[in-house]
């Protein structure tokens, strides 16, 4: 364990390059330990290796590592690689699985938009919304949403929901102010 948490310390301190060859050797030791892969795979893709985090990220999902975390992971990993449509099923495997709801769903709305299908990210959103009524991220990411798409009315009604939720999240109270 000390290995782990070595190599995770030196990760947190912006050291990745030292990191990495530190949560190799833990991995050796622990070898299902999710905390060494989830730092493994975060300090492989900043030092430049998107498609090796990637293949991480899947078979620690495959292996029944924290699917749910992991198969988060792979939907941004993926999306990043350019490979929407294993984003896509990565994060509807992510949600079927436990993961978060109105952050996996966020995620979700904000491939589709990239990739220019806006019916689909609404639609996204407004899952999110049904299931997390009380939710400030989810109010302020419909929010930018709608300001993205010119709609500055219905963005500030959002805002002004995130803004009742969370009154001490100085983001949204700037996004108000900016729709």
């Known amino acids: 364990h000390l290995l782990i948490h070595a190599g995770v310390a030196m990760y947190r301190a912006g050291r990745a390059a030292e990191a990495l060859p530190v949560l190799e050797e833990a991995l050796k030791h622990s070898p299902t330990s999710p905390l060494a892969r989830e730092y493994h795979a975060a300090a492989t893709y900043e030092l430049g290796g998107v498609e090796a985090a990637l293949s991480a990220a899947t078979e620690t999902a495959n292996q029944g590592i924290r699917p749910e975390f992991f198969r988060g992971h792979e939907g941004a990993l993926a999306a990043e690689a350019g490979e929407h449509g294993r984003a896509v099923r990565a994060y509807e495997a992510a949600l079927m699985l436990g993961a978060s709801n109105a952050e996996t769903r966020i995620r979700l709305s ?20 049904l299931a997390n009524p009380h939710s400030a991220l989810v109010a302020n990411a419909f929010g930018l949403y709608l300001l993205r798409r010119d709609d500055p009315d219905g963005s500030v009604a959002h805002f002004i929901r995130a803004t009742e939720l969370d009154k001490g999240n100085g983001s949204y109270w700037s996004n108000l102010s900016a729709a």
């Open 110 to 129: 904000d491939l589709f938009e990239r990739r220019g299908d806006l019916p689909a990210a609404a639609r996204q959103l407004e899952l999110a919304a």
